[in-house]
């Protein structure tokens, strides 16, 4: 497995596989072509279904800037691959080809050029969940202790930056109104929630704060603003929100805080190695799923829940999302998709009371749900895989306007 920083990465919404791995791709097929007269990106799958709506051609103009930029879209096309499939080219003033580069955007801003497994720089000597209970048992280590001990001190400084961020993103969102970029007219919530929510008894107070907080990072998102994905831009709101309700309820330190993101971030890791965190390939079970499994291992650690326990919490995250489809409305990481962090960041809090109540015994294993969750996904219907053709988008593009 790869370093959780590739799973953690600092940047701009509104999607990880659909701008900033494009975003990224563009600036290495610049640097390497930097003396060509035009270029030509065709989008296949996917990034040409939705594209638009995430902002795609946004962010690969911005890269390309002042340059003779053409880009093709090919929502019938999907590469063998990935559904997230680009090729680069690089043109000289007669229109004869420089050089090209064929490459997909796999989810949470990484780039692939079609073998996974060679793309990965492999860091962690174990690949599932039952290798660490294993190996936790024979050596005592938390899961935040294997991690400080595969990639050395240095994380924390990196784990830092990433809660700095987090806790910025939910600040900026708080505060601000208004109506969110695209043509839904879909108005911030997050303000009024909070709000609302200090403002209620105890009960409503919880639960209204962790959901204003998870609203807050989604809506910067969704209008561009830095997040960290956790795991994707689309799920970014869910364990920001959990850590930081957390934190605030309990008293705990910083420094408990970044050993939950160290925890949290070697769930996560798992679940891309050994599956997908890309809503393209398996739905929205891969995002808002993943995110819900690693924010409730956090609070369970946060909570004083054993290695089991935790693994209990992180089963449950994605057990009760298997199935979720990805299909936003207009292609605009908006409806469901903010809601969603929301509701899952509640959930993680249930998961987490639900194993600390328990003993941490359960008949599916973490690794069992992860490989359940891959399977659910490559059997969806295209559709439901973030091409804005079913389900809620479907509803939507065919309503009758209003007169």
């Known amino acids: 497995m790869e370093s959780i920083k590739e799973l953690y990465r600092i940047g701009h919404g509104p999607s990880s596989s659909h701008t900033m791995g494009p975003r990224s791709a563009a600036t290495k097929f610049l640097n390497k072509y930097p003396q060509a007269d035009s270029y030509r990106v065709t989008l296949y799958g996917s990034l040409a279904s939705t594209g638009k709506g995430h902002l795609t051609d946004v962010a ?10 053409e880009i093709i879209w090919q929502p019938d096309t999907i590469l063998p691959f990935h559904p997230n499939g680009m090729l680069f080219e690089a043109l000289d003033g007669s229109q004869n080809i420089l050089g090209t580069w064929q490459v997909f955007s796999i989810g ?10 060679s793309s990965e720089h492999h860091l962690y000597k174990y690949n ?11 050596t005592g280590q938390a899961l935040w202790e294997l991690v400080e001990h595969t990639e050395g001190p240095e994380i924390w400084d990196y784990l830092n930056l ?19 970029p695209g043509d839904l007219g879909l108005a911030r919530k997050a303000w009024v929630f909070h709000r609302k929510a200090i403002l209620s008894g ?5 639960r209204g704060t962790v959901s204003s907080y998870a609203l807050a990072v989604a809506e910067e998102n969704a209008a561009g603003g830095e997040i960290v994905t956790a795991p994707t831009c ?13 934190q605030e309820t309990t008293q705990c330190s ?18 891309k190695h050994n599956a997908s965190i890309s809503g393209a390939e398996v739905g929205c079970q891969g995002e808002i799923g993943s995110a819900c499994s690693m924010a409730a291992a956090a609070v369970t650690q946060l909570l004083g829940g054993n290695i089991r326990q935790i693994e209990y919490a992180a089963e449950m995250g994605m057990e009760h999302h298997l199935g979720l489809t990805c299909d936003p409305v207009n292609g605009l990481v908006q409806i469901p998709c903010i809601e969603r962090n929301a509701f899952a960041a509640k959930t993680a809090l249930d998961c987490a009371d639900y194993s600390i109540f328990s003993g941490g015994f359960h008949l599916i294993s973490f690794d069992e749900v992860i490989n359940v969750m891959k399977t659910t996904g490559h059997d969806l219907p295209s559709v439901y895989r973030e091409t804005s053709i079913g389900g809620l988008a479907a509803v939507y593009k065919n309503r009758i306007p209003k007169t």
């Open 60 to 69: 690969l103009k911005e890269c390309f800037g002042s340059k003779n930029l």
């Open 108 to 117: 949470g801003g990484a780039l692939s050029e079609g073998d996974q497994e």
């Open 128 to 138: 599932s969940f039952n290798e660490i209970l294993l190996h936790s048992e024979r």
């Open 162 to 180: 990433v809660w700095h961020t987090m806790k910025s993103a939910i600040t900026r969102g708080l505060n601000q109104e208004g109506v969110l």
């Open 202 to 206: 105890d009960y409503l107070r919880k």
């Open 234 to 246: 689309g799920s970014c709101g869910v364990l920001p929100a959990v850590l930081l309700f957390t």
């Open 254 to 271: 910083d420094q408990a805080i970044l050993r939950a993101l160290a925890t949290a971030g070697l769930v996560g890791t798992l679940i």
